[in-house]
């Protein structure tokens, strides 16, 4: 049978079916098991984390057997090329853990080179060498594994393996941007904004030149090359063996910038997760350089307010959650960049007051119920003086839960693919400032600013879910959505997820840009936001427009802490699937 074209066909979504029980937003019932669960973005990859359970391995085997899986099935979002972020639930201390895998720029790339690179007034660009840094999933891998694996690392390695050099077939939404991402490369490459695409049409084209289609098989024997490499010999085989020789030729050839000596020097670091408690529930996300404790900000300027009395998609809650995330977003183009060159004030003092009761007070007195806020700057904090992804979530039998988020930031990367290794180069470095009073400026050996975020929610010092949304600015946003919607508004994890989102854009950026638009910005809203809260939002001042994608891809997994039952969520935007045993 021929490949399907789903684009082709009538949509579905004009003509809902009907539900006998729970909400008719919910696309389907929430998945529940006891000894294991896994929600990923493709079903195949969650299938290989269960199998991974099944065999004897914990959590963390299968959360890095399914994020091998899905580098391979789902490049538009993710892969070995990327940075990785993860929260780990571990049952035996009772501890959450942070893990920052994210990687650096290089050493051989000064300011001054950029500058002069890219003309005055300019941006670092998203495609090509420049906005490469050194990518960090693969010693993430191994830092968590060395740490709490219990399996082989070949062994785990061994379905993504199977399926590179076997074949899998496209699913749905990932075939689309596939198609779309190829495309716009293509174009752009065409117009000179990057160094080589051969080695991307080769790796990610058919023999007749197009994108795969929906549930066409696709191959991929470099990247299983480049996974059995990393299984026989280790992180080292890709930062200090030959995929980083290789990479290192294929840099110096395209004339880029990453060097054998930036890959070599990489290190994973271990971080302490921070946690603001919404209601009696610890929400735990990690410090910067990413964007999580924006997340931690909002609920802290709502935990004043009784959300749940106003309602469920009320005009009153969703007007008062933006204003949060206004507030919490100037403050993260101010304050968020990388610890380790942060010379104002001491990062971790820092990070701790803007999550703290007393700044949020502060900040809360800046919202009114009856209007829209018209302009948002940063707060002050006493201690100051003067961004496609996957994401994926585990459970096992013994109560270990991992929240992992993995990508190559816009778009499948920078469009560059090393020869031979069969997967894309990030193109995380579009994220630095180039305005040298930023604490996100470009410096060589620094780790960009980063919008990946995981998520993990505690009570009573038990773990109780695990969570992660995709989709760059929209992360924060869509966290404190889930979070309320099931803690305020009593929502199952997959009613959540399936919810009518609202999406602000407007603040400005982790660059030090002002938003593109002036004001209150945007608010995009998805079509299940009723009419009637639409008006509501634009008689307060906020400029509701209807939205075209970009709310997210979400997964979740909950733990019955008296049962031991496992819920498991994935949201209807994504081809995900929750699966358990």
């Known amino acids: 049978m021929a490949a399907l074209d789903s684009g082709t066909a009538a949509s579905a979504q004009a003509y809902p079916g009907d539900r006998v029980s729970g909400d008719q937003f919910a696309t389907r019932s929430v998945t529940t098991a006891t000894q294991g669960m896994a ?29 091998a899986a899905i580098g391979l099935m789902e490049p538009t979002g993710n892969g070995i090329g ?74 785990i390695l061994a379905p993504a393996i199977r399926y590179a050099e076997t074949g899998f077939p496209l699913t749905e939404t990932i075939a689309y941007y596939w198609e779309r991402n190829m495309r716009i490369l293509d174009g752009r490459f065409a117009n000179g904004e990057f160094e080589e695409f051969a080695n991307a049409q080769a790796t990610y084209l058919t023999e007749d030149g197009d994108a795969p289609r929906e549930g066409e098989i696709f191959r991929n024997p470099d990247l299983a090359n480049t996974y059995r490499l990393i299984a026989e010999g280790g992180r080292d085989a890709f930062y200090d063996g030959p995929i980083s020789q290789t990479i290192n030729d294929y840099m110096e050839r395209i004339g880029g910038w990453i060097s054998y000596d930036d890959l070599a020097a990489h290190r994973t670091e271990w971080v302490e997760p921070l946690s603001v408690n919404y209601r009696g529930y610890d929400v735990w996300e990690l410090p910067p350089q990413g964007q999580g404790i924006a997340a931690l900000q909002m609920l802290q300027t709502l935990e004043a307010y009784d959300l749940a009395s106003m309602g469920f998609m009320s005009a009153e809650a969703i007007h008062l959650m933006v204003e949060a995330k206004r507030l919490a977003f100037e403050d993260r183009a101010r304050f968020y960049s990388d610890p380790a060159f942060y010379d104002e004030a001491d990062p971790a003092a820092l990070y701790a007051e803007l999550i703290s009761d007393e700044y949020a007070d502060t900040r809360r007195q800046l919202i009114s119920s009856d209007a829209a806020m018209e302009n948002v700057t940063h707060g002050d904090p006493s201690i100051i003086e003067d961004g496609d992804t996957t994401y994926l979530t585990v459970a096992d039998s013994n109560g270990m839960m991992v929240s992992l988020i993995q990508s190559n930031f816009r778009g499948m990367g920078s469009g560059l693919v090393p020869d031979g290794l069969g997967f894309m180069l990030q193109n995380r470095g579009e994220l630095f400032s180039l305005d040298t009073d930023h604490p996100n400026v470009y410096e060589p050996g620094k780790r960009p600013f980063h919008t990946i975020i995981p998520a993990m929610i505690t009570r009573d010092g038990e773990a109780f879910m695990s969570f992660g949304l995709m989709g760059g600015a929209m992360q924060p946003q869509g966290h404190v959505q889930i979070i309320t919607s099931v803690i305020d508004f009593g929502l199952n994890i997959q009613q959540a997820g399936d919810a009518a989102r609202w999406r602000h854009d407007g603040s400005t950026s982790e660059t030090g840009q002002a938003g593109e638009t002036a004001g209150v910005g945007v608010l995009s809203v998805e079509s299940g936001v009723p009419q009637g809260v639409r008006d509501a939002l634009s008689a307060l001042g906020h400029e509701v427009v209807d939205g075209n994608g970009g709310f997210g891809g979400y997964q979740a997994i909950l733990r019955d802490p008296e049962t031991g039952v496992l819920y498991g969520a994935s949201e209807m935007r994504k081809d995900g699937a929750a699966q358990g045993y």
């Open 39 to 67: 929600a990923t973005a493709h079903p195949l990859a969650s299938q290989v984390a269960i199998n991974v359970l099944q065999s004897g391995g914990n959590a963390v085997d299968a959360a890095i057997a399914a994020n």
């Open 82 to 155: 990327g940075d990785i972020f993860v929260i780990i639930w571990d049952p035996e201390t009772r501890q959450v853990y942070g893990i920052n895998g994210a990687g650096r720029s290089p050493m051989g790339l000064s300011y001054d080179t950029v500058v002069e690179t890219l003309g005055a007034g300019n941006a670092i660009p998203p495609l090509g060498a420049m906005p490469v840094s050194v990518p960090g999933t693969v010693d993430g891998w191994f830092a968590m594994h060395e740490r709490f694996g219990s399996m082989p690392m070949d062994e």
